[in-house]
């Protein structure tokens, strides 16, 4: 795919960079489709809530800065502020001032969000085993790590030049 091929224009898979954008894409929502699907049905939450309530499980004290919880998201301030309330109404998470920082706040694990996490991670993980880790074997998994260590620290560079570096045109 050149600077000036559009996305995809290549269907027959003669442009392996193209070929293999367009299959990063297709197969990611789906993948995606199918594990927020599979989480509202089975645990009553979308996949934001789990990625959230993962966030926090993995933090120290079940807590982070929103601010921090935003980049890992990807989601702008005001998204993270619904979906925390959202959160915090079910009973999952609380929020919590910055002694530090008068403006910053915090997002805490509750109990209740503890254990709400342990429940969808079950059978979240199963589902994961299925749609992905049996189709790939640990070389796949290897070259599948290398290329989106590449792609992060690629797109950590964008970010770090600015939010216009990355919509400029060639």
């Known amino acids: 795919m050149t600077g000036t091929d559009p996305v995809g224009a290549d269907p027959v898979g003669t442009d392996p960079v193209g070929t293999a954008?367009?299959?990063?894409?297709?197969t990611?929502?789906?993948?995606h489709t199918r594990l927020d699907e599979d989480l509202r049905k089975h645990c009553r939450m979308s996949l934001s809530d789990y990625h959230i309530l993962l966030i926090l499980h993995e933090c120290p004290d079940g807590r982070a800065?929103?601010?921090d919880?935003?980049?890992?998201?990807v989601f702008s301030t005001s998204r993270l502020?619904?979906?925390i309330d959202v959160m915090v109404k079910k009973g999952w998470l609380r929020r919590?001032?910055?002694?530090e920082d008068r403006r910053g706040s915090y997002a805490v694990l509750t109990a209740d969000g503890r254990a709400t996490f342990a429940v969808a991670a079950r059978d979240h993980g199963a589902v994961v085993d299925r749609l992905f880790s049996a189709a790939v074997d640990t070389d796949d998994a290897a070259a599948l790590t290398r290329v989106m260590r590449t792609l992060t620290t690629h797109l950590d560079h964008l970010d770090e030049d600015g939010p216009d570096t990355f919509g400029e045109r060639r």
């Open 21 to 26: 954008w367009r299959l990063f894409i297709e």
């Open 28 to 31: 990611s929502t789906r993948i």
């Open 65 to 67: 800065r929103m601010r």
């Open 69 to 73: 919880l935003s980049r890992r998201m």
């Open 81 to 83: 502020s619904y979906q």
């Open 96 to 99: 919590e001032s910055a002694a």
